[in-house]
């Protein structure tokens, strides 16, 4: 049963600062894996989306990569502003039949200025 | 474009109850998934819907159930309401079911159910 762990659970980071936030999972047979942002109360905002085909995706200060063999993705963030506080979430979508996405609980991001 | 919209965005219900919740995706997106959040398990997957069908279907009990329109409008009902379905509940719109396919899932804003 795939499994989805991100670890740190809370990150506390001056303004400014180069971030690694990390994704894990237990079973590489994924189609892709997505990045979202989730504001407290709020809906998930998409970052980036991975295929299983691809190492990485970029979007502004965000890069995404993905090494499927290692269970493995991280998101950086470059230099952090503390508006990009916020609960961090990965999910893939796995090549099992019955599922969607399955998310792992996240890591909440604190910039302070 | 607009994104995925909610309605309604907050209900208190009491259990034993019924709640129907209401879920408009993306204009031309034909898959819709429904989400539980909670403060212990996080997100977990409901169902998934594909041109009025329903394609994937997630761990919850038969209270649970949705359903999808032609015009890709999805519905969520929880019947018989008991305190730990209390939660956020989200809606995700795909343009595609295929997931070979660049599949990004976008999210509305959630209906906060309260069950007192």
């Known amino acids: 049963k795939q499994e989805v762990t991100q670890i740190p659970a809370a990150l506390s980071v001056p303004e400014g600062e180069n971030l690694v936030l990390n994704c894990s999972f237990t079973?590489?047979?994924?189609?892709?894996l997505q990045w979202f942002r989730q504001d407290p109360g709020k809906g998930l905002t998409s970052l980036l989306l991975?295929?299983?085909?691809?190492r990485e995706q970029t979007s502004g200060r965000l890069n995404a990569s993905l090494d499927k063999s290692s269970g493995r993705s991280t998101l950086y963030i470059a230099a952090s502003q503390p508006g990009d506080s916020a609960t961090y979430l990965c999910?893939?979508?796995?090549?099992?039949?019955?599922?969607?996405?399955?998310f792992g609980k996240g890591t909440t991001l604190s910039v302070s200025s | 474009k607009a994104g995925v919209t909610q309605t309604p965005r907050y209900l208190i219900k009491t259990r034993g109850q019924q709640v129907t919740l209401s879920c408009s995706p993306i204009s031309g997106h034909r898959s819709v998934s429904w989400y539980q959040q909670t403060p212990g398990q996080g997100l977990q997957f409901l169902f998934e819907y594909f041109s009025e069908t329903q394609r994937n279907k997630g761990n919850f009990p038969g209270r649970f159930s949705g359903r999808q329109f032609s015009n890709s409008r999805s519905e969520m009902n929880v019947s018989t309401l008991e305190l730990g379905d209390s939660a956020l509940y989200l809606c995700?719109?795909?343009?595609?079911?295929?997931?070979?396919?660049?599949?990004?899932?976008?999210f509305g804003p959630g209906t906060r159910l309260t069950v007192l």
């Open positions: 995700a719109s795909s343009l595609y079911l295929d997931p070979l396919s660049y599949n990004e899932q976008f």
């Open positions: 079973d590489s047979a994924i189609y892709n």
């Open positions: 999910a893939v979508r796995p090549r099992e039949a019955g599922t969607a996405l399955i």
């Open positions: 991975i295929q299983s085909s691809q």
